[in-house]
């Protein structure tokens, strides 16, 4: 198992990787998840995969994607856009509720947006936890390398299940909402205490 942080200045350094991890969104969020979500080539994407971003990538040595999610630094803006949960709040996404925080979206160097986290629906059970732990544990050192110390995250609600075994605080920062048939909330990940 490997661990990859992409960027669009590295990218042609690993290959397909790139295209393997938008595919594998498309296969979990649209066929699996029947999200109704941009796609193209067999790809999932949207308006946030800029060269702004970072995506994290947990695969195998052929390059099978097990694992990603993207980083967005909440200073960011593209037209209209900045970041995804606060562009929800600002009513900007229909399928978003724009109620998703308690509080105003931080804007600031020290915080990036962690968007589109997932876990392959085909990664084995027996593999899965560890997969999600090193998909945790690189978003971490990533978001430490870029400057930054927290990652916002749209999750499902079940995170205070798994936050200890990752070993990364977390907490609310907002209620938990229902979307999709799934229950979500926002939440802060705080990497300032975890090990490099």
Known sequence: MQTTTLSFANMHNHGELFANMLRARRELFIVHNKWNLPEAMGMEYDQYDTPASRWVVVHDETGKVLAGNRLTPTTHGCGIYSYMIR?????????????????????????????????????????????????????????????????????????????DRVGVKMRAMGPVLLIDEIENQVVEMDFSGTKH
């Open 87 to 163: 562009d929800a709040q600002r009513g900007l996404l229909e399928t978003i509720p724009a109620n998703l925080l308690h509080d105003p979206a931080p804007v600031g160097g020290h915080i990036w947006e962690s968007s589109r986290l997932f876990v392959a629906h085909d990664t084995p059970a027996a593999i899965r936890r560890r997969v999600h732990t090193q998909l945790i544990m690189q978003l971490g050192e990533t978001v430490r390398s870029l400057g930054a110390t927290h990652c916002l995250t749209l999750l499902s609600a079940t995170w205070p299940r798994w936050a």
